[in-house]
């Protein structure tokens, strides 16, 4: 899995890097089998401004390419970490669905033919 970081108005420190690197990690459960080369994650992480002292500003934004498929997410919390932390949580859960979508999809392909084939039997 290839990564590309983007930081904005903050310091990448190597602990945020190694804080990222974990989170992303995650993913690889779902790119099992797949060509490394083919899945790309694009992050970007920073402050949206630089004189609010509290409330929602820091922000991380994913974007992943997975053979193809495209996922983005975005989320803006108090705490970097925090929003890490939801951005890979609504993105985990996005490609769940898709999964979950394609499985169903294939199932009910499989009952329309075999419905087909017992209409063939009698």
Do not use: C, W
């Not at 390419?65 to 949580?89: H, M, P």
Request: glycine share 6%; proline share 1%; no cysteine.
């Amino acid at each position: 899995m290839k990564t590309n970081v983007k930081v904005t108005a903050i310091e990448l420190t190597p602990a945020i890097s190694q804080y990222l690197t974990e989170k992303l990690a995650h993913l690889n459960k779902f790119t099992v089998g797949m060509d490394d080369d083919s899945i790309m994650v694009n992050v970007e992480i920073g402050k949206t401004t630089h004189h609010h002292k509290s409330g929602d500003y820091f922000r991380t934004e994913l974007n992943l390419n997975l053979n193809g498929l495209d996922f983005r997410t975005e989320a803006t919390e108090g705490d970097l970490y925090a929003s890490i932390d939801v951005a890979k949580d609504d993105l985990i859960e996005q490609i769940r669905q898709r999964l979950k979508k394609h499985s169903s999809l294939l199932r009910r392909g499989g009952r329309v033919l075999k419905s087909l084939l017992r209409g063939f039997k009698k």
